[in-house]
């Protein structure tokens, strides 16, 4: 419920945007699981989704269980690809395909897939 308050109180001031631009470029994000998503003032949207599970800005779109943070920040903290070993895969959580289709590791052919476990998500490649 904090969540949402807060984010209906940043959403409501508009001039807040407005005042930001000038000092900082970027709104970021960041997750439960430590990553973090910065989206670029200047291109923020006129209107801000948000309905009771998720909030969508731009081209991201979060579930809102997900979100601990939201500030402004002076550069992009996107957080990038890692390295990823067979032992992550063995302690994965949720894979997924690109369509967003859950599958199991015996069910993976050759492609990209997003796997999740407790700690981080990564990107990888099935060769």
């Known amino acids: 419920m904090k ?6 109180m ?3 001031g508009g001039g807040l945007a407005v005042q930001a631009e000038d000092s900082y470029t ?3 994000f960041e997750t439960t699981d430590g990553a973090k998503v910065s989206v670029s003032v200047s291109s923020l949207p006129v209107t801000i989704n948000l309905d ?9 779109t979060f579930a809102l269980a997900d979100l601990s943070k939201m500030y402004f ?4 903290e996107t957080t990038g690809i890692q390295e990823i ?8 959580a949720d894979i ?3 369509q967003g289709h859950k599958v199991t590791k015996a069910q993976m052919k050759k492609g990209v897939y997003i796997v999740k ?5 990564y990107k990888i490649v099935k060769r």
Do not use: H, P
């Not at 969540?3 to 209906?8: D, E, P």
């Not at 476990?117 to 998500?121: A, C, D, E, L, R």
């Open 3 to 8: 969540k949402i308050v807060l984010l209906l």
């Open 10 to 12: 940043t959403l409501v």
């Open 26 to 28: 970027y709104l970021t």
């Open 52 to 60: 009771n599970s998720t909030l969508a800005i731009g081209n991201e």
């Open 73 to 76: 920040s002076t550069q992009s």
């Open 85 to 92: 070993n067979s032992a992550t895969i063995d302690e994965a």
């Open 96 to 98: 997924y395909d690109l």
């Open 117 to 121: 476990t407790n700690s981080k998500t």
